[in-house]
T-cell receptor, first 112, second 114 residues
Framework: DAGVTQSPTHLIKTRGQQVTLRCSPKSGHDTVSWYQQALGQGPQFIFQYYEEEERQRGNFPDRFSGHQFPNYSSELNVNALLLGDSALYLC???????????FGPGTRLTVT | AQSVAQPEDQVNVAEGNPLTVKCTYSVSGNPYLFWYVQYPNRGLQFLLKYITGDNLVKGSYGFEAEFNKSQTSFHLKKPSALVSDSALYFCAVRHSSNTGKLIFGQGTTLQVKP
């Protein structure tokens, strides 16, 4: 039974560019949340998707957007990249309103 | 506003000794509390949770945590530390009516020495 998977593992982009990160939830899960973890910090909640809609959003600008597909997989898009967007981006999946979220290995984004 | 504090950046303990990693939280209403562990260049692994019921909850790899409502704390404990327990530990809180958003602490690095 595959856990949460994310792609790519690492990514290097230039300021001003756009990036798309991908996440496949754990089998049987239908909710996907995205977190940003800056170096030396705890993860910060970006948003959550359920039934292909954004259900909750953290304190992130509109440059951060997402999508959930009918198979429950999800994408995180970041436009107009800033140096400060460099971080580990974590995807977490869950089953409806269940308590536990299972995290993927993350995508390390470096903006130069 | 919801928040989580992990007052220690690093905890050092000798192998075989008991360990405690501290966490305090601030949330209105009933909190759901979690501990996660992160190994280098890896995602977060779920250790345990408190939702309701017994204040002492047991989790993976021999870890346990004690919920103390009056002190708004949820300290992580293990009776006998292993070198392989060395990692970064995060405490997180979620409001009972909030299905998605986890609020994480800054993390505590646990170093277990042989």
């Amino acid at each position: 039974d595959a856990g949460v998977t994310q792609s790519p593992t690492h990514l290097i982009k230039t300021r001003g560019q756009q990036v798309t990160l991908r996440c496949s939830p754990k089998s049987g899960h239908d909710t996907v949340s995205w977190y940003q973890q800056a170096l030396g910090q705890g993860p910060q909640f970006i948003f959550q998707y359920y039934e292909e809609e954004e259900r909750q959003r953290g304190n992130f600008p509109d440059r951060f957007s997402g999508h959930q597909f009918p198979n429950y997989s999800s994408e995180l898009n970041v436009n107009a990249l800033l140096l400060g967007d460099s971080a580990l981006y974590l995807c977490a999946s869950g089953r409806g309103e269940s308590y536990e979220q299972y995290f993927g290995p993350g995508t390390r984004l470096t903006v130069t | 506003a919801q928040s989580v504090a992990q007052p220690e950046d690093q905890v050092n303990v000798a192998e075989g000794n008991p360990l405690t990693v501290k966490c305090t939280y601030s949330v209105s209403g009933n909190p759901y509390l979690f501990w996660y562990v992160q190994y280098p260049n890896r995602g977060l692994q779920f250790l345990l949770k408190y939702i309701t019921g017994d204040n002492l909850v047991k989790g993976s790899y021999g870890f346990e945590a004690e919920f103390n409502k009056s002190q708004t704390s949820f300290h992580l404990k293990k009776p006998s530390a292993l070198v392989s327990d060395s990692a970064l530990y995060f405490c997180a809180v979620r409001h009972s009516s909030n299905t998605g958003k986890l609020i994480f602490g800054q993390g505590t690095t646990l170093q277990v020495k042989p």
